[in-house]
């Protein structure tokens, strides 16, 4: 039960980690208050109960397919979200301390959403041993396992945003948005292909005997890159929309405020 | 600033809306599977090869399962008592094992595609 | 970096728990796979046993075996010879050598199949559940242990790395302890390697700066004492060249050496004033504490110095009772001086003038208003400072001085741990609203050598 619990706690406990620690590394760049991850991961919590205590009810919406939908809607939300995180540090760059209410609560509601995700699936999972005493043990270890493992990368990946130089660390944390960022599209194509809204297609190659989604590595990268074995067409040409559309508008963004006295109104 | 690139989500939909209708709701194979005691009936599901088909996983156990598949791309939990229904393939010929994430020793069977 | 501590037990935590979770995850696999290698080892065995045995020829004979394994043993032909009451009645494996894995009887199978000598055909199943949690319940155990360290783990860390930051702490403490003006270099014990150029390079700074003041202050003192001698010796001569002159012409000297002789009393002034504040300073003056009665002293002042009131018409009152201090009279009598001289000079023509000594419960208070111009608020953080002068050198009152007064006062009231508060007189007017110098000393003082060491800097309130 142990490496079962390891694999399913550490892929979601992964997910949500890298994105808290980016979005966390990026506040403390601006200054900002870091208070907003307990109400994050707070809601996060409590959101992850509920939507596993109805997500028997939620399957049953759009004929079958309201696990996928309400994935897809969620990841896609995130997306959004990410959009306008990185729209907001652009403005914030030089210390501007413009729309920082409106950046914290989009932190807070990104990674509660994410957490809220993951979260989920590891609560209906556990909650399966209620009735499986036996096997408890090794579930509850394994979930500590993937979660320590998780928590861990998660924060010594902090550390590593924490030490990058002052000069490329807006860069760099806004390139891994970006890449977080696509993977969620990618994620959301596959869940819509699942759900039989995208014409399902072929993978156009597969990488798992190079690296298998299932190993540690391969979880990391498909945390941070959304790395998939065997994509298909819809999903890479969805990775891509959604890196490029997020990288086109950050650069825009970028550039536009770089002159001085434009006055930049951005709505995501 | 008013570019059109700047609702991602809206777009998404818009894209989303244009490939619904390529979707058609043809008479496709549905297959049913079954899962008792973490186990998968049958465990060798066998369905024509590149031809869409709509699987149904009825889950008999009190307990949820995640229906999961590295291969087929498809991951989906299954509330105990629950029925979920899961689109396969196109497939080209060959074996795509998929497992109960939640019980992955004992819940294993695969798809045949021939 | 919020705090070192925190960071060193989270990135330390988080590398340990990382390098240990995944070790443990791969024993876990290695050992998983290694239980599973003897399993079929087992199954192996008990086929070969059953190939062994005699081949039963009656049909379908029932064995009771545990609920790990099942097994039949199926003629060449297709019947079934022999099973084991779990097993079913149907065939459970292919007819081929090896293991295969399925599902029969509501459970999950490892079935190995093999073929006797006779031709028949043997196949054991083991349950696939139960194999995973036999292995699991033995492997856990060892994989336990790493997970309870974990806690223990973050417990000494976080006590060696407090420990490991403590001569950090203690820097910093020191640090923060010093007074402004105490330049005496840090006493680290036996400081760490790596705190060892911070502490140099600190007590080296704090060296330079001491030998600068240092410096600085005897230059000012050396001045002024070699000053004293030339002055005298002017001082002398002109007096003598006023008498010769009278001597030779008779009647009133001339309007430029009545000048000079000004100059020179205010040259001797202020040379006196800069001796005064050298001789004062807190660090160097020898003081000598003894019990004085400060309104005793006050009433000797101010007699002393009557025919400078006299001169003005000013009205000088002294009130309150005695007050006794532990105090060094020299010091005292250079502050009285000072406060007295200072109320005279300016205030106006016929102004008034109002000292005061009074105990205060364990303190005494020596106060000093007149009804003069006073000293506004925004120049009241400055008139402490050397040489500065209300108002500029174009003062209001045209009055000589050097601006030293209240610096002087302020030494003598921080060597006897006293605070010095300026405010408006008591009887002031709209256009003289006067000032009040008020100096709160204390009763006793502890100790006489440590010259006001504990005093902060900025507690002298303004």
Known sequence: MLLTSVILVLREVLEAALLLSILLAMSRFLALQTRWIYIALTAGVLGSVVYGQYLGTVSELFEGMGQEIVNAALQFTIYGLLLLIGVLLILNRSGEARYLQLLQWAMVLAVALAALREGAEIYIYLIAFREQAELLQGALL???????????????????????????????????????????????????????????????????????????????????????????PNVIAAYLIGLVLMVTLLISVWLKTRMPGVAVDVYV | MKLPSENPVRIFVALT????????????????????????????????????????????????????????????????GQKAIVFIGPLAPGEYPFFGEFNPKTAQGKVVAE | MKSIRTFLLIALLSTITLVNFIAALHGYRASMEEAQKLFDRQIMATAGLLAALPVPQTGDRVV?????????????????????????????????????????????????????????????????????????????????????????????????????????????????????????????????????????????????????????????????????TPISAIQVHAENLAKELQLRDGGEPPESLAQLQRSVARMTHLVEQMLNLFRTTPEHYPARFEPIDLHRLAREMIAELYPAFAQKNQEVELEGTAAQIQGDQFALVILLQNLLANASKYTQDGGRVVVTAIPEGEQVLLRVEDNGPGISDAERERVFERFYRVGGDRHASATSGCGLGLSIVQHIAELHRAQVRLGTSSFGSAQTPGLSVEIVFPKTINTVNDTAEDIPANETTL
């Open chain 3, 64 to 228: 009771e075996e545990n609920d790990l394994q099942a097994f039949q043993v199926w003629s060449d032909g297709g019947q079934l010879l022999l099973r084991s009451g779990n097993a079913p009645e149907t065939q459970i494996g292919q007819r081929s050598e090896g293991f295969s894995e399925l599902n029969f009887s509501g459970f999950r199978w490892r079935v190995y199949s093999q073929r006797g000598a006779a031709g028949h055909w043997i196949q054991v199943a083991e349950r696939v559940d139960l194999r995973y949690r036999l292995a699991d319940e033995v492997i856990l155990q060892s994989v336990l242990p790493i997970l309870l360290g974990l806690p223990a783990a973050g417990l000494l860390i976080w006590l060696v790395i407090g420990r490991g930051l403590s001569s950090l702490r203690n820097l910093a403490e020191e640090l923060r302890n010093k007074r402004a003006e105490d330049l005496s270099p840090l006493t680290l014990a036996a400081p760490p390697e790596e705190l060892q150029p911070l502490v140099h390079s600190t007590n080296a700074l704090l060296n330079r700066l001491r030998a600068s003041f240092e410096r600085e202050r005897r230059f000012s003192a050396d001045a002024a004492h070699e000053l004293r």
């Open chain 2, 17 to 80: 809306a244009l490939l619904l209708p390529m979707v058609v709701n043809a008479a496709r194979p549905v297959l049913e599977l079954e899962i008792r005691d973490h186990l998968f009936y049958p465990s060798v599901l066998k369905i024509p090869a590149n031809t869409k088909v709509k699987l149904i996983v009825y889950n008999r156990d009190p307990t949820p399962e995640e229906f999961e598949s590295y291969e087929l791309n498809r991951e989906k939990v299954i509330m105990g």
């Open chain 1, 142 to 232: 394994g979930a500590l396992i993937g979660g320590g493992i998780g928590f861990s990368i998660g924060a010594l990946f902090y550390y590593l945003l924490l030490g990058l130089p002052r000069r490329r660390r807006l860069i760099c944390a806004l390139v891994l948005l970006s890449l977080v960022a696509a993977g969620l599209c990618l994620q959301a194509t596959q869940l819509l292909e699942q759900a039989d809204w995208l014409p399902a297609q072929q993978p156009l190659w597969d990488t798992s005997g190079l690296l298998s989604e299932n190993s540690v590595m391969g979880q990391l990268l498909y945390a941070l890159l959304g790395y998939e074995a065997t994509p298909t």
